[in-house]
T-cell receptor, first 112, second 114 residues
Framework: GENVEQHPSTLSVQEGDSAVIKCTYS??????FPWYKQELGKRPQLIID?????GEKKDQRIAVTLNKTAKHFSLHITETQPEDSAVYFC???????????FGKGTLLTVNP | KAGVTQTPRYLIKTRGQQVTLSCSPI?????VSWYQQTPGQGLQFLFE???????NKGNFPGRFSGRQFSNSRSEMNVSTLELGDSALYLC?????????????FGQGTRLTVV
Protein backbone atom coordinates (compact mmCIF):
# COMPACT_ATOMS: atom_id res chain seq x y z
CA GLY A 1 0.00 0.00 0.00
CA GLU A 2 0.86 3.66 -0.09
CA ASN A 3 3.52 4.98 2.27
CA VAL A 4 4.01 8.69 2.88
CA GLU A 5 7.18 10.00 4.54
CA GLN A 6 7.20 13.55 5.86
CA HIS A 7 10.17 15.70 6.90
CA PRO A 8 11.09 17.39 9.09
CA SER A 9 9.09 16.27 12.10
CA THR A 10 9.65 19.64 13.78
CA LEU A 11 10.50 23.00 12.25
CA SER A 12 11.13 26.29 14.01
CA VAL A 13 11.37 29.56 12.09
CA GLN A 14 11.40 33.24 12.84
CA GLU A 15 8.37 35.32 11.93
CA GLY A 16 8.67 36.52 8.37
CA ASP A 17 10.91 33.64 7.27
CA SER A 18 9.82 30.91 4.87
CA ALA A 19 9.05 27.34 5.86
CA VAL A 20 9.28 24.25 3.67
CA ILE A 21 7.90 20.81 4.49
CA LYS A 22 8.65 17.86 2.23
CA CYS A 23 6.86 14.59 1.62
CA THR A 24 7.64 11.55 -0.46
CA TYR A 25 5.19 8.87 -1.50
CA SER A 26 5.67 5.32 -2.67
CA UNK A 27 2.74 4.62 -4.99
CA UNK A 28 3.39 6.03 -8.45
CA UNK A 29 -0.35 5.81 -9.16
CA UNK A 30 -1.19 8.40 -6.47
CA UNK A 31 -2.78 11.45 -8.03
CA UNK A 32 -4.19 13.57 -5.22
CA PHE A 33 -2.03 15.33 -2.61
CA PRO A 34 -3.71 17.46 0.06
CA TRP A 35 -2.16 19.30 2.98
CA TYR A 36 -3.96 19.65 6.29
CA LYS A 37 -3.23 22.03 9.15
CA GLN A 38 -4.07 21.12 12.72
CA GLU A 39 -3.82 23.80 15.37
CA LEU A 40 -3.40 22.73 18.95
CA GLY A 41 -6.59 21.12 20.24
CA LYS A 42 -8.43 21.62 16.98
CA ARG A 43 -9.46 19.48 14.04
CA PRO A 44 -7.33 19.11 10.90
CA GLN A 45 -8.38 21.44 8.09
CA LEU A 46 -7.48 21.37 4.43
CA ILE A 47 -5.26 24.29 3.45
CA ILE A 48 -4.28 23.39 -0.09
CA ASP A 49 -4.27 20.40 -2.42
CA UNK A 50 -2.76 19.49 -5.76
CA UNK A 51 -3.51 16.87 -8.38
CA UNK A 52 -1.00 15.04 -10.50
CA UNK A 53 -1.79 16.98 -13.65
CA UNK A 54 -0.42 20.15 -12.05
CA GLY A 55 3.15 20.91 -10.99
CA GLU A 56 2.52 23.83 -8.68
CA LYS A 57 -0.37 25.56 -6.98
CA LYS A 58 -0.43 28.77 -4.96
CA ASP A 59 -2.87 30.34 -2.56
CA GLN A 60 -1.66 33.61 -1.10
CA ARG A 61 1.28 32.77 1.19
CA ILE A 62 1.16 29.02 0.70
CA ALA A 63 2.18 26.95 -2.28
CA VAL A 64 2.58 23.29 -3.06
CA THR A 65 4.90 21.78 -5.64
CA LEU A 66 4.75 18.27 -7.03
CA ASN A 67 7.48 16.25 -8.71
CA LYS A 68 5.84 13.09 -10.05
CA THR A 69 9.07 11.64 -11.37
CA ALA A 70 10.75 11.83 -7.99
CA LYS A 71 7.49 11.11 -6.16
CA HIS A 72 7.74 13.99 -3.80
CA PHE A 73 5.74 17.09 -3.02
CA SER A 74 6.40 20.08 -0.80
CA LEU A 75 4.53 22.75 1.09
CA HIS A 76 5.98 26.25 1.05
CA ILE A 77 4.83 28.95 3.44
CA THR A 78 6.22 32.43 2.89
CA GLU A 79 6.24 35.39 5.30
CA THR A 80 5.35 33.12 8.20
CA GLN A 81 3.23 34.48 11.03
CA PRO A 82 2.71 33.18 14.59
CA GLU A 83 -0.75 31.94 13.60
CA ASP A 84 0.92 29.58 11.14
CA SER A 85 2.15 27.59 14.14
CA ALA A 86 0.49 24.19 13.94
CA VAL A 87 1.01 20.60 12.89
CA TYR A 88 0.94 20.14 9.12
CA PHE A 89 0.07 16.82 7.52
CA CYS A 90 0.66 15.82 3.93
CA UNK A 91 -1.34 13.01 2.36
CA UNK A 92 -1.62 11.03 -0.84
CA UNK A 93 -4.33 9.05 -2.58
CA UNK A 94 -4.76 7.07 -5.81
CA UNK A 95 -8.28 8.27 -6.24
CA UNK A 96 -11.83 7.88 -5.08
CA UNK A 97 -11.64 4.11 -4.64
CA UNK A 98 -8.62 4.30 -2.38
CA UNK A 99 -7.87 5.55 1.10
CA UNK A 100 -6.06 8.78 1.90
CA UNK A 101 -2.69 8.04 3.52
CA PHE A 102 -1.18 10.69 5.77
CA GLY A 103 2.38 11.50 6.70
CA LYS A 104 3.24 11.66 10.39
CA GLY A 105 3.09 15.42 10.56
CA THR A 106 5.40 18.40 11.01
CA LEU A 107 5.16 20.64 14.05
CA LEU A 108 5.83 24.15 12.78
CA THR A 109 6.62 26.82 15.34
CA VAL A 110 6.84 30.44 14.23
CA ASN A 111 8.68 32.55 16.77
CA PRO A 112 7.69 36.23 17.02
CA LYS B 1 -24.14 24.40 7.30
CA ALA B 2 -23.37 22.25 10.32
CA GLY B 3 -19.94 20.65 10.40
CA VAL B 4 -18.97 17.10 11.23
CA THR B 5 -20.12 16.18 14.70
CA GLN B 6 -18.54 13.51 16.83
CA THR B 7 -19.89 12.22 20.11
CA PRO B 8 -18.90 11.88 22.79
CA ARG B 9 -15.94 14.28 22.98
CA TYR B 10 -14.27 12.43 25.81
CA LEU B 11 -14.43 8.87 27.09
CA ILE B 12 -12.69 6.98 29.85
CA LYS B 13 -12.93 3.21 29.74
CA THR B 14 -11.22 0.34 31.47
CA ARG B 15 -9.33 -2.45 29.78
CA GLY B 16 -11.54 -5.17 28.41
CA GLN B 17 -14.57 -2.95 27.95
CA GLN B 18 -16.00 -1.98 24.60
CA VAL B 19 -16.83 1.46 23.26
CA THR B 20 -18.93 2.96 20.48
CA LEU B 21 -18.13 6.30 18.90
CA SER B 22 -20.48 8.24 16.67
CA CYS B 23 -19.94 10.55 13.72
CA SER B 24 -22.53 12.66 11.93
CA PRO B 25 -21.19 13.93 8.58
CA ILE B 26 -21.99 17.18 6.84
CA UNK B 27 -25.41 17.04 5.25
CA UNK B 28 -25.12 15.54 1.77
CA UNK B 29 -21.78 13.87 2.38
CA UNK B 30 -21.92 10.13 1.87
CA UNK B 31 -18.32 9.23 2.66
CA VAL B 32 -17.12 8.87 6.23
CA SER B 33 -13.56 7.89 7.10
CA TRP B 34 -12.18 7.13 10.53
CA TYR B 35 -8.63 7.82 11.74
CA GLN B 36 -6.72 7.13 14.92
CA GLN B 37 -4.39 9.93 15.97
CA THR B 38 -1.60 9.32 18.47
CA PRO B 39 1.51 11.39 19.22
CA GLY B 40 4.29 10.51 16.82
CA GLN B 41 2.13 8.28 14.62
CA GLY B 42 0.07 10.90 12.89
CA LEU B 43 -3.27 9.94 11.40
CA GLN B 44 -3.66 6.22 10.89
CA PHE B 45 -6.50 5.10 8.67
CA LEU B 46 -9.07 2.78 10.23
CA PHE B 47 -11.80 2.42 7.60
CA GLU B 48 -14.01 4.26 5.18
CA UNK B 49 -17.70 3.93 4.51
CA UNK B 50 -19.57 5.17 1.47
CA UNK B 51 -23.30 4.66 1.02
CA UNK B 52 -23.41 2.16 3.90
CA UNK B 53 -20.61 0.01 2.43
CA UNK B 54 -17.12 -0.35 3.81
CA UNK B 55 -14.84 0.56 0.91
CA ASN B 56 -11.43 0.49 2.50
CA LYS B 57 -9.94 -0.86 5.69
CA GLY B 58 -6.68 -0.06 7.42
CA ASN B 59 -4.30 -2.35 9.25
CA PHE B 60 -6.08 -2.56 12.56
CA PRO B 61 -7.18 -5.72 14.38
CA GLY B 62 -10.69 -7.06 14.10
CA ARG B 63 -11.54 -5.49 17.47
CA PHE B 64 -12.06 -2.31 15.49
CA SER B 65 -15.25 -2.28 13.48
CA GLY B 66 -17.65 0.21 12.04
CA ARG B 67 -20.84 0.74 10.19
CA GLN B 68 -22.75 3.42 8.36
CA PHE B 69 -26.44 4.05 8.42
CA SER B 70 -28.77 5.11 5.62
CA ASN B 71 -28.55 8.75 6.78
CA SER B 72 -24.73 8.53 6.40
CA ARG B 73 -24.11 8.70 10.14
CA SER B 74 -21.36 6.32 11.12
CA GLU B 75 -20.31 4.50 14.25
CA MET B 76 -17.12 2.75 15.13
CA ASN B 77 -16.80 0.15 17.81
CA VAL B 78 -13.76 -1.07 19.66
CA SER B 79 -14.14 -4.25 21.67
CA THR B 80 -11.89 -5.66 24.38
CA LEU B 81 -10.14 -2.34 24.90
CA GLU B 82 -6.39 -2.25 25.45
CA LEU B 83 -4.27 0.51 26.95
CA GLY B 84 -2.75 1.13 23.52
CA ASP B 85 -6.16 2.07 22.14
CA SER B 86 -5.95 5.37 24.00
CA ALA B 87 -6.00 7.99 21.26
CA LEU B 88 -7.93 10.73 19.54
CA TYR B 89 -10.36 9.19 17.07
CA LEU B 90 -11.24 11.46 14.19
CA CYS B 91 -13.83 11.03 11.55
CA UNK B 92 -13.95 12.93 8.29
CA UNK B 93 -16.68 13.32 5.74
CA UNK B 94 -16.49 14.13 2.07
CA UNK B 95 -18.81 14.29 -0.89
CA UNK B 96 -17.03 11.60 -2.85
CA UNK B 97 -15.58 8.30 -1.81
CA UNK B 98 -11.95 8.02 -0.81
CA UNK B 99 -11.49 11.56 0.49
CA UNK B 100 -10.41 12.49 -3.02
CA UNK B 101 -12.00 15.86 -2.56
CA UNK B 102 -11.88 18.14 0.46
CA UNK B 103 -12.52 16.20 3.63
CA UNK B 104 -13.96 17.84 6.71
CA PHE B 105 -12.92 16.52 10.07
CA GLY B 106 -14.86 16.37 13.28
CA GLN B 107 -13.43 17.54 16.59
CA GLY B 108 -12.65 13.97 17.53
CA THR B 109 -13.36 11.70 20.46
CA ARG B 110 -10.58 11.47 23.03
CA LEU B 111 -10.56 7.90 24.33
CA THR B 112 -8.57 7.04 27.42
CA VAL B 113 -8.24 3.41 28.44
CA VAL B 114 -7.17 2.81 32.03
Amino acid sequence: GENVEQHPSTLSVQEGDSAVIKCTYSDSASNYFPWYKQELGKRPQLIIDIRSNVGEKKDQRIAVTLNKTAKHFSLHITETQPEDSAVYFCAASRGSNYKLTFGKGTLLTVNP
Amino acid sequence: KAGVTQTPRYLIKTRGQQVTLSCSPISGHRSVSWYQQTPGQGLQFLFEYFSETQRNKGNFPGRFSGRQFSNSRSEMNVSTLELGDSALYLCASSLEAGMNTEAFFGQGTRLTVV
